[in-house]
Structures are given as structure tokens and as C-alpha cells.
């Protein structure tokens, strides 16, 4: 939704559920034992990860994949169309099945014993979620006449926003390259929401005020969102004015 308190408008789209359950096999609910936070030391390709309440791995959750494909890239161990460089990921990189896997936490460290793994398949779903993702955002933005770049204040809602890390976002070219600041998790909205309601029924008016000044768009209709959607599909976007402050060998 983009907007103010004059005027809204908004579509649908997908966010953090297509990245837990949808993207990868090992993706889960960011709940006990999800790797909700992956980071990388570029020179040594060393991985540093951390679950939530601090038990062994059992699967990773949106954040967390958000992390791992920003510390893929920056690290040089996935080029800009989301492929694997073998000589950069060196040991880490198995083949099951036909597929190539980025093993992140080896079957003794993770509490089913099995290898927590993302495959080319998995990373290639990730391109095409977070595409889809910023296009959503080019797209209504460019329906008021405004640019990403003027958004003062970008709220992102759900568990997946209260975890997800912008700089890592941005990253992968999921979210504008706007300042850190510019972010605000509001954590779960819709629950506060239902919550508040609960608590004063005379914010029924207000929600039939809001609702009447949404305007919404329907995106798979919209030509302007498929043309969009192609330039999206590289790691950050095929313009990469639009996230100068992306730095990454890949990128040479």
C-alpha cells in the first residue's frame, strides 16, 4: 500500500509466506530452531548464523533466506543472474539429484541431522519472488507519478518484517535502496488491528473512512507490471542505478 492521509493505493502480493514454505525445502515459519539470520565474512566465505531462541537449526524462515542470498552475492558465491560460481563456493557446493546445493549447516550441526541446503532451483524461485516483490513496488509507485526514492517512511508489516534486514533486502534488490532509517517494522499489523477494534467499536467508522479511499490496482492485468518483472530478474535489477549503494564482487 503506498499513500497518506489524504489518498491510498494498493494491490496484492506475496511476501513472506512465499519465502518460508515456497522458495526453498528447508523453509519453515520463523518459530523455534529458524534460521532467521545469515551473515558472511566476504574475505575468509565463513558463514555466521543465528536461530531464534538459540536452538540448533531446524530450517530457515524468510529473514533468513533474505540474509543467506545477500551473503551469496556479496561473497561472489552467486553472480548476478543467481548462479552458483563453484570456485567461490568451493566445499559447500554438493550435487543431489541434478541439482546443485549450497549446503549452510552441515547434517551434524542441525537438529534433524540432515543438511540444511538451498539448491540453483531454490535461489532461482528466490529471483523470481523478490522480482515480483519490487516490481509490486515500481508499479503502484509509478501509478501515483512518484518515485521510490521520494518514500519517507517504509513500513513493513508480520513477523517477516519485524526479522527481515534491510540493508540484506536491498541487497538482493527485493526492497528500493533507500536509507536504513526509512524502514519501520510495525511488527503484526493485522492482529493490532483486531485488537483495536476489539477494544473501541467506534473504529468501525474509521476502517469504512480508510477503506472508501483505497484505490486498488490489479496487478495481473497490469502489462507495465510484466515488462517491470523481466528487468527485476537479476541480482540487484538489470538498472543498477537503482541501488548504487550495492557493493559486491559479483557485480565486477
Known amino acids: 500500500m503506498l499513500g497518506n492521509k489524504n489518498w491510498l493505493v494498493a494491490c496484492a502480493g506475496a511476501a513472506g509466506p512465499a519465502l518460508e514454505g515456497g522458495v526453498t525445502k528447508m523453509g519453515m515459519m520463523a ?14 566465505g565463513l558463514f555466521s548464523i543465528h536461530t531464534i531462541e538459540n536452538l540448533p537449526p531446524r530450517g530457515i524462515c524468510g529473514s533468513g533466506v533474505i540474509d543467506l542470498a545477500a ?7 552467486i553472480d548476478i543472474r543467481g ?23 552441515p547434517a551434524d550441526a542441525s537438529e534433524q541431522g540432515n543438511d540444511l541446503s538451498i539448491s540453483q532451483a531454490d535461489i532461482d524461485s528466490l529471483i523470481r519472488s523478490k ?16 518515485s521510490l ?5 517504509f513500513y513493513v508489516a508480520g513477523t517477516f518484517g519485524s526479522l527481515i534486514n534491510p540493508r540484506s533486502a536491498i541487497t538482493i534488490g527485493m526492497m528500493p535502496d533507500l536509507p536504513e532509517g526509512t524502514y ?69
Open 31 to 44: 518459530g523455534p530452531g529458524a534460521i532467521d539470520r545469515v551473515s558472511v565474512n566476504p574475505e575468509t
Open 71 to 77: 551473503a551469496l552475492f556479496v561473497s561472489g558465491m
Open 184 to 252: 519501520r517494522s510495525i511488527g503484526n499489523s493485522s492482529l493490532e488491528g483486531a485488537s483495536m477494534i476489539l477494544k473501541d467499536c467506534r473504529l468501525m467508522d474509521e476502517i469504512d473512512a480508510i477503506r472508501n479511499s483505497i484505490t486498488y490496482i490489479e496487478l495481473n492485468v497490469n502489462q507495465d507490471f510484466m515488462n517491470r518483472f523481466s528487468a527485476a530478474r537479476f541480482i540487484p535489477h538489470t538498472n543498477l542505478l537503482l541501488f548504487p549503494s550495492v557493493d559486491s564482487v559479483a557485480l565486477v
Open 149 to 153: 526514492s521520494e518514500l519517507s517512511t
Open 131 to 146: 522480482a515480483a516483490m519490487y516490481t509490486i513496488l515500481e508499479t503502484i509507485s509509478s501509478y501515483v507519478g512518484i
Open 83 to 105: 548462479k552458483f560460481v563453484p570456485e567461490a563456493c568451493k566445499g559447500r557446493l554438493r550435487e543431489k539429484d541434478g541439482l546443485k546445493h549450497f549446503v549452510l549447516v
